[in-house]
């Protein structure tokens, strides 16, 4: 079965750092990217950025481009979100999902993201 | 202010029918495929189509999907109950090189 689990639920104060995890298991860890999406409380689904463990090549959206880091490590089948330097703005639940990409003969490309982490709560509060 | 438009809210009653509309340009839903998620209250995004009409098993074929130009719709038919949740639309934008998802439209089961 194929399974996303995050780290718990983290308090932090502005100006302090954070990682957060997703630890994937059930299938070749290596072979999907993993994405990450924030939602803002009462708000809707924002892409963030995108990793592909095996050789941790890693695309971010432009909202999110130095802001944070994306990364991953293969040997144990996990990939990080981190911040160095929070905001209480950065005050949001976190999703990590698994990415799909299938191209047909014609080179049309399906992508989604069929598994998604339970969610990591983040609080930047002073 | 999200790339995809999604109306911010629809309702119906237990039976009936309910349409959600998603629209996008050219480098987004028209030249690629759309998927939906549902989010029920309190969890995480659960795929509900891919590849604009597909359903992964285990989705009720109450649920269908399409998509035609730039624009997507999931309609739900027989509304339950439990239907009561957010729907999302997303799908690759090939000028950000990255996803975009709709603003997500709040389902009310009257």
């Known amino acids: 079965e194929v399974q996303l689990v995050q780290s718990g639920a983290e308090v932090k104060k502005p100006g302090e750092s954070l990682k957060i995890s997703c630890k994937g298991s059930?299938?070749?860890?290596?072979?999907?990217?993993i994405g990450w999406v924030r939602q803002m409380p009462g708000k809707g689904l924002e892409w963030m950025g995108i990793?592909?463990?095996?050789?941790?090549?890693?695309r971010y959206s432009p909202s999110f481009q130095g802001q944070v880091t994306i990364s991953a490590d293969k040997s144990i089948s996990t990939a990080y979100l981190q911040w160095s330097s929070l905001r209480a703005s950065d005050t949001a639940m976190y999703y990590c999902a698994r990415h799909v990409r299938v191209d047909d003969s014609s080179g049309y490309s399906t992508r989604y993201f069929d598994y998604w982490g339970q969610g990591t709560l983040a609080t930047v509060s002073s | 202010q999200s790339v995809l438009t999604q109306p911010p809210s629809a309702s119906g009653t237990p039976g009936q029918t309910v349409i959600i509309s998603c629209s996008g340009s050219s480098s987004n839903i028209g030249g690629n495929s759309v998927s939906w998620y549902q989010q029920l209250p309190g969890t995480a995004p659960k795929l509900l189509f891919y590849g604009n009409h597909q359903r992964p098993s285990g989705v009720p074929d109450r649920f269908s999907g399409s998509k035609s130009g730039t624009s997507a719709s999931l309609a739900i038919s027989g509304l339950h109950s439990e239907d009561e949740a957010d729907y999302y639309c997303a799908s690759w934008d090939d000028s950000l090189n990255g996803w975009v998802f709709g603003g997500g439209t709040k389902l009310t089961v009257l």
């Open positions: 990793i592909y463990p095996a050789d941790s090549d890693t």
């Open positions: 059930g299938y070749s860890f290596t072979s999907n990217w």
